[in-house]
Each structure stands twice: as structure tokens, then as C-alpha cells.
């Protein structure tokens, strides 16, 4: 069989054209629509920054909680509701946060600068919590009279004015209760009370994606 020269051309080009489309296709495939729990913003999710989420939620308002179908629950309704378990993790055994349950539990390691430890980009889910840990992965041994501050700026939502994080401690396994912060720039601080293991957590408490960038961790020891 011989083949004509053009129609050889015409062949090339559609098999070339083929591999292109295929190739577009798997990276579209690629791209995710949503994430399930707290991630370092990388360029495979930095398009999902300030967008509306697609996922359920559970939001607390006013004194109860409201789910994405905007069905409301009281504490003890939503007590009844959650899981008996904390999700697999290392550092948080017990939850004094009144009825919540989080949906993940993320890790955080700082990077050390100047004294100062700098947290990650991140990108956050409802409900799902992130623990900062020193660069080693370890919580800070701290004393009394010793002082915190963490300093963060959140990415702008295209959604809402106002998104609700919460940023708190855990102490020795124990997860504290948090202080509320919905403004796009704020500092957490600390007076320790107790000396102990310290780590620092931020629960995303809006409906929606929150993403911060990178913060700052500042400790002044009480000498």
C-alpha cells in the first residue's frame, strides 16, 4: 500500500492535534474542584483561594449551629450528632471546645528565623484544624509569664466580607478553648499561665475556603 504524501501530513497533524487534547484533558483532570482538609498552597490549589466552597459545612451563629442545607442544631443536638472519635493525629488526645469536632487534623511545621518561627501558606476547610509545630515537628516547652503572639493576614474572599477563624493552644495533649478573629488581619496573644508542651492551632470556622498566608510565631521568654 502507498501512501500519499499529503495524506502522511494530514495524519501526523491529527495524531499531534490528538496528543495535545489528551494532554489538556489530563491536566484539567488534574485540577481539584475542592479540597477535604487543610493544605499548603501550591500552584495545583492556589486557583481555589477566596472561592466559594462546594462541600458541607457546619457554621456556629447566634447560638446555634447551622449545616450547609441550613438546617440548625442546638449543642446538644450537634453533641449527639458528632463522631464519638477525634480524627488519627498525634498531638491533640482531648478537645475543650465545647461540643466541636474536627473534620481533619494538619500539622504545621514552622520554619525558624531570626527568632522568629514563620508559618506556611496554607488553604483551609471547615471545620478542619491546623497545629503549628516547631521545625522539628515538636510542640514549644514554655513557662509561666512567658509571652505569645501570632501574627497572620488571610487572602482576600471573593465570597464574603468576613471570614471566621478561630486560633487557640493546645497544652500538653489538651486543645483549649479559642479566641474569635473574622477581620482579614490580626494577632493572636498569649500570657502563659501554666509552664508545659505549647502547641498553636487555627480552626477554619467559616463556610467557606479560608487561606492565610505566611505568619509569624513570636515567643518572649519571661527570664
Not at 492556589?46 to 472561592?51: F, P, V
Not at 482531648?94 to 511545621?109: A, D, Q, T, V, Y
Not at 478542619?128 to 512567658?146: C, M, P
Amino acid at each position: 500500500m502507498v501512501f500519499n504524501s499529503n495524506n502522511s501530513k494530514k495524519i501526523r497533524k491529527s495524531l499531534f492535534i490528538g496528543i495535545i487534547v489528551v494532554g489538556l484533558t489530563t491536566i484539567t483532570a488534574c485540577i481539584p474542584k475542592e479540597i477535604k482538609q487543610t493544605e499548603l498552597i501550591t500552584d495545583y490549589n492556589r486557583h481555589l483561594i477566596g472561592k466559594e466552597g462546594s462541600g458541607g459545612y457546619m457554621i456556629y451563629r447566634n447560638g446555634v449551629y447551622i449545616d450547609s442545607n441550613g438546617v440548625e442544631y442546638s449543642p446538644e443536638e450537634l453533641k449527639n450528632r458528632t463522631r464519638n472519635g477525634l480524627p488519627e493525629n498525634r498531638i491533640i488526645t482531648k478537645i475543650m471546645e465545647g461540643n466541636f469536632m474536627p473534620s481533619s487534623i494538619f500539622e504545621l511545621e514552622t520554619k525558624e528565623k531570626n527568632g522568629v518561627y514563620i508559618s506556611p501558606e496554607i488553604i483551609t476547610v471547615n471545620g478542619s484544624i491546623s497545629v503549628l509545630t516547631d521545625t522539628n515537628g515538636r510542640g514549644w516547652e514554655l513557662k509561666a509569664g512567658d509571652y505569645v503572639e501570632y501574627i497572620f493576614e488571610k487572602y482576600k474572599s471573593e465570597v464574603v466580607e468576613n471570614q471566621n477563624m478561630l486560633i487557640g493552644y493546645v497544652k500538653d495533649g489538651v486543645l483549649n478553648p479559642s479566641q474569635d478573629f473574622d477581620q482579614l488581619k490580626g494577632n493572636y496573644n498569649l500570657t502563659i499561665k501554666e509552664s508545659g508542651q505549647y502547641y498553636f492551632y487555627i480552626i477554619n470556622a467559616s463556610s467557606d475556603t479560608i487561606a492565610l498566608k505566611e505568619g509569624t510565631l513570636r515567643l518572649t521568654k519571661n527570664d
